[in-house]
């Protein structure tokens, strides 16, 4: 079955550095998602982007964070000064079609210091 | 923005059938229901999408009344490595032209021995 990558698996950062957070989704998707999940939390909607453009953001996905494209298989989640409460898991997603089902990668653990 | 309301934890034996419902009280006409199960550091994983009625694969049931303000993921013969957190979700409806999923906080399964 065809999976979502997502590098690296841990990320350790200090406070106010920038991280990337790389994501390769479903090669014929063009949906694309990232969420994230706080230790003992539940899953929480960052940011959708569909035709090079991001469709909805919720109101975590404020203006440190941005997402982009860079080629036809890479999609990226940018954290520009990191703080300590964006220490999660975070998930990439993608589908192929709208409201169709979506699959998740496996998360990039990302420990601020 | 349709809610849903699961049982926050259930235990079941190895070999039972295992029934979580779900309630989604303000669901929309164009919303699908769907459940995603989630290991400890994984991403969620699609189990089984469904609009009304039955629906069925080689891994659960799905069961929604005519009303849809509910619904039933149907585990049959569990066993350990069922063990997880099991999301029931409703998509956001297509309010930018993507499908976003809201997870809630799931229903954490134990199974036992």
Not at chain 1, 55 to 77: A, C, M, Y
């Amino acid at each position: 079955e065809p999976e979502v990558t997502q590098t690296p698996s841990h990320q350790v950062t200090q406070m106010g550095q920038e991280v990337i957070l790389r994501c390769v989704p479903i090669s014929n998707h063009l949906y694309f998602y990232w969420y994230r999940q706080i230790l003992g939390q539940k899953v929480e909607f960052l940011v959708s982007f569909y035709n090079n453009e991001i469709s909805e953001k919720s109101e975590i996905f404020d203006d440190q964070f941005s997402v982009e494209r860079p080629d036809g298989s890479n999609f990226t989640l940018k954290i520009r000064s990191t703080k300590l409460e964006d220490s999660a898991m975070y998930f990439c997603a993608s589908s192929r079609g709208v409201e169709e089902k979506l699959f998740f990668g496996s998360g990039t653990q990302l420990s601020v210091l | 923005l349709a809610k849903t309301t699961q049982p926050i934890s259930m235990d079941s034996y190895e070999g039972q059938e295992v029934n979580i419902t779900c309630s989604h009280n303000n669901i929309a006409t164009n919303d699908y229901i769907t459940w995603y199960q989630q290991f400890p550091s994984q991403g969620p994983r699609f189990i089984i999408q469904g609009y009304k009625t039955k629906v069925t694969n080689e891994v659960a049931s799905l069961f929604i009344p005519a009303d849809r303000k509910s619904s039933t993921l149907s585990l049959p013969r569990v066993s350990l490595s069922d063990t997880a957190v099991y999301y029931c979700l409703v998509g956001d409806g297509m309010t930018s032209g993507t499908y976003k999923y809201i997870f809630g906080t799931g229903t954490r399964l134990k199974v036992l021995a």
